[in-house]
C-alpha cells in the first residue's frame, strides 16, 4: 500500500504538470511555475542552478535579479545541498504544493 506522502507526491505531481498554475517563492516577491518542466530545459529531470538563472532571464530578469533568484530557488528546493534540485525534492515543499493546489482549485 502507498503511503500518505507518496499518494500526495504523486497527485502534485500530476496537478502540477495539468495545470498552468503559478506560486509564490518563500520570500513572496515572484511568481513561478506549478511544475518543473519551465525549468528543466535540458530534460532529464534534474534541475540545476544554470537552467534556474536562465529561466528567469528569459522572464525578464536582468542577470543580478536572475541570480538572486536562483539563490531564493535553491534555498527553498534543494534539500540535500547538491546543487540540483531532483523531482522529489521539488514536490516536497508542503507550502508549494498548497499554493499550487490552491491554484488549479481557483481556476477551475
Request: negative net charge; hydrophobic residues 45%; proline residues 2%.
Amino acid at each position: 500500500m502507498l503511503s500518505t506522502n507518496l499518494v500526495l507526491l504523486i497527485f502534485a505531481a500530476l496537478l502540477s504538470v495539468c495545470i498552468e498554475g503559478t506560486v509564490k517563492l518563500n520570500d513572496g516577491a515572484l511568481t513561478v511555475p506549478c511544475g518543473m518542466i519551465p525549468y528543466d530545459a535540458d530534460e532529464d529531470g534534474l534541475i540545476t542552478e544554470e537552467e534556474v538563472e536562465a529561466f528567469f532571464m528569459s522572464e525578464g530578469y536582468r542577470e543580478k535579479a536572475a541570480k538572486n533568484w536562483r539563490a531564493s530557488f535553491f534555498d527553498q528546493f534543494d534539500l540535500n545541498h547538491d546543487h540540483l534540485v531532483q523531482v522529489e525534492e521539488f514536490y516536497l515543499d508542503k507550502g508549494y504544493q498548497k499554493d499550487c493546489i490552491l491554484s488549479a482549485l481557483m481556476k477551475g
